[in-house]
């Protein structure tokens, strides 16, 4: 079965922190994406990639770097957390088709 | 219908009752999907209606795929409370990325 994992679950952080969110999967799949997603709104795409070694920007890249070392590995890098970045982060991945997700991270900045 | 940054979208409906949610996209598309996302999880796919299709069901599920107009439906036949949850469309992107989100509809099934 497809399976995206996500560490950690939940993170309180602190303002001006640094923040790495972490994304595995063993779906042999080429296309990785990171979407945020606020209470009560849809989801948004911060960044994704189609290969390792490369990222692009989604629709809110800002204040968001990410990584893709390897083609089962997404992270999700907040170099200076803001309090506004407080959401609920998923990372999928993909082949051709349907999309899978993790079970999220909810990321708490005080 | 949902497309873009806006907020989810609300329905609230009786158990029994069908219901249809609406998606209007922006580009060509090969496939339209409609996802499920269940409080405090990721989104999971149920049905995904290709543009060579105009219907497609799966037990109480019917999507539908209007390519000239751009737009496609879920609709839902006599919903149970356990159908409450967010749904959302998604489809290919022109963008350089596989899959682009509406922003979703909110349904709440009540008894």
């Known amino acids: 079965e497809a399976a995206v994992t996500q560490s950690p679950r939940s993170k309180v952080a602190v303002t001006g922190g640094k923040v790495t969110l972490s994304c595995h999967q063993t779906n042999n799949h080429d296309y990785m994406y990171w979407y945020r997603q606020d209470t009560g709104h849809g989801l948004r795409l911060i960044h994704y990639s189609y290969v390792a070694d490369s990222t692009e920007k989604g629709d809110i890249p800002d204040g968001y770097k990410a990584s893709r070392p390897s083609q089962e590995n997404f992270s999700l890098i907040l170099e200076l957390a803001s309090l506004s970045q407080t959401a609920v982060y998923f990372c999928a991945s993909s082949g051709n088709t349907e999309v899978f997700f993790g079970k999220g991270t909810r990321l708490t900045v005080v | 219908s949902q497309w873009g940054e806006e907020n989810l979208q609300a329905l609230s409906i009786q158990e029994g009752e069908d219901v249809t949610m609406n998606c209007s996209y922006k580009?060509?598309?090969?496939?339209v999907h409609w996802y499920r996302q269940d409080s405090g999880r990721g989104p999971a796919l149920i049905i995904l209606i290709r543009s060579n299709e105009r219907e497609k069901r799966s037990g109480r599920l019917r999507a539908t795929l209007d390519t000239s107009s751009q737009s496609s439906s879920l609709s839902i036949t006599a919903a149970q409370c356990e159908d409450t949850a967010v749904y959302f469309c998604a489809t290919d992107s022109t963008g350089g990325y596989k899959v682009v989100f509406g922003s979703g509809t909110r349904l709440l099934v009540s008894p």
């Open positions: 580009t060509y598309t090969t496939v």
